[in-house]
């Protein structure tokens, strides 16, 4: 990789390299979700519609979605967020996490999982949650969870991974349960469908 420019290079989260010249060919999906996520929240602040795109689109209590027939909530709660620092930091996690697994996993199979991960996050927070709730962070857990398990996998087998996806998970663990702001059923629920998935994978 030639050059160290932060919009061309920099270390990956999970070890190795991450360029955006390899993230348009190998991870096009990631990609196109890092771009639906921004391009929402842009053009829902520049349109001064923010608090109501939240209102529309966040996943609702259950019982709420059901009864009103909003059932587009389950996927568009997944592609919005409530402010600058929540986008931000979502899309970095992803960027490097989704850089990592769609390579590897296939990109028509990693696009069902992040999705299917995400549609059965908002469930559970519709069944578990009493207010609204947005934001990619469920389907990142999930993405997460899926990454912890095989490289708890390869150490438990001695081999070194050079992957800081431990302390990352335990970080982003410790935030859940001290922000209030922070869907802890999401977050919890995202990360348990990620290790499942990755168990059963093996099966």
């Known amino acids: 990789m030639k050059g160290c420019d932060f919009l061309d290079y920099y270390r990956g989260a999970f070890g ?3 360029a955006f010249s390899f993230l348009k060919k190998h991870a096009p999906f990631t990609i196109a979700i ?7 929240f842009i053009l829902s602040s520049i349109l001064g519609i923010h608090n109501w795109t939240i209102i529309k689109g966040g996943m609702a209590p259950l019982k709420f979605v059901l009864i009103n027939g909003e059932y587009w ?12 620092m929540h ?25 069902v999982f992040y999705l299917g991960s995400g549609l059965l996050v908002s469930l559970f927070t519709g069944l578990l949650s009493g207010g609204l709730s947005v934001g990619a962070s ?33 970080l982003n ?26 168990i059963i994978s093996r099966i």
């Open 73 to 84: 909530r389950f996927l568009s709660s997944m592609f919005i967020h409530g402010n600058l």
């Open 173 to 198: 663990l410790v935030f859940t349960v001290i922000v209030p702001s922070v869907s802890t059923v999401g977050h919890l629920s995202g990360l348990a469908i990620g290790l499942l998935y990755a």
């Open 138 to 170: 469920g389907a990142l857990f999930a993405v997460l969870g899926y990454i912890l398990y095989y490289d708890l996998l390869a150490r438990r087998r001695g081999i070194e991974t050079y992957s800081s996806i431990i302390p990352l998970v335990l």
């Open 16 to 18: 190795g390299n991450i």
């Open 87 to 111: 986008v931000g930091f979502n899309m970095l996690i992803l960027m490097h996490a989704g850089g990592y697994l769609e390579p590897r996993m296939g990109t028509k199979r990693f696009m």
């Open 34 to 40: 890092m771009a639906i996520n921004i391009g929402i």
